[in-house]
C-alpha cells in the first residue's frame, strides 16, 4: 500500500515543494501505532516474509488516494482486547489528521479505520 511514487506539490513564490506519498504514509502510520488499543498495523506479508523486514513495512498498513487537493487515509490495524473499538478508530482519526496536517501542512479529508483483527493478551 502507499508504494506509488506519487507526490503532493506545494507550490509557493520560491519553488515548489514535493512531499512523497510514501512520507505521508510513514506520519500517518507512526500516529495510529500510538494510539491507545492500537495493537499494531495490520497488512499481508505477500509472498515474500522478508517483506516484513523492509524500512517501508510501516506504512505498509496505511493506503493514501489523492484526487486533487483531496487525501484519503484508509488505515488498517490490530486493536488489543480490552479496548472498545469504535473509540479505538475516533481516537485513530484524530491522530492521523492531527499528524499529517502539523507536520506536512496539508489538508486531510477522510480517514477511515479498518479494524481486521483483535490481539489477545497474552497469558503466562
Known amino acids: 500500500m502507499a508504494e506509488s511514487k506519487e ?12 512531499i512523497s506519498v510514501e512520507v505521508v504514509a510513514v506520519i500517518a502510520a507512526a500516529a495510529t501505532i ?4 492500537v495493537h499494531s498495523l495490520f497488512f499481508s506479508y505477500g509472498k515474500e ?25 484508509d ?3 490490530v486493536a488489543s482486547i480490552g479496548y472498545p473499538v469504535n473509540e479505538i478508530g475516533v481516537d485513530v482519526q484524530k491522530a492521523v489528521i492531527s499528524a499529517v496536517e502539523s ?3 496539508v489538508k486531510v479529508s477522510t480517514v477511515n479505520v ?3 483483527g483483535v490481539s489477545l493478551k497474552k497469558t503466562k
Open 34 to 37: 500510538e494510539v491507545e488499543g
Open 103 to 105: 507536520t506536512l501542512g
Open 75 to 77: 488505515v488498517y490495524i
Open 114 to 116: 479498518n479494524i481486521c
Open 49 to 73: 516474509p522478508t517483506n516484513m523486514l523492509s524500512k517501508k513495512a510501516l506504512s505498509k498498513g496505511v493506503k493514501l488516494t489523492i484526487e486533487g487537493d483531496d487525501i484519503t487515509a
Open 7 to 18: 507526490y503532493i506539490r506545494i507550490n509557493d513564490e520560491k519553488g515548489s515543494i514535493n
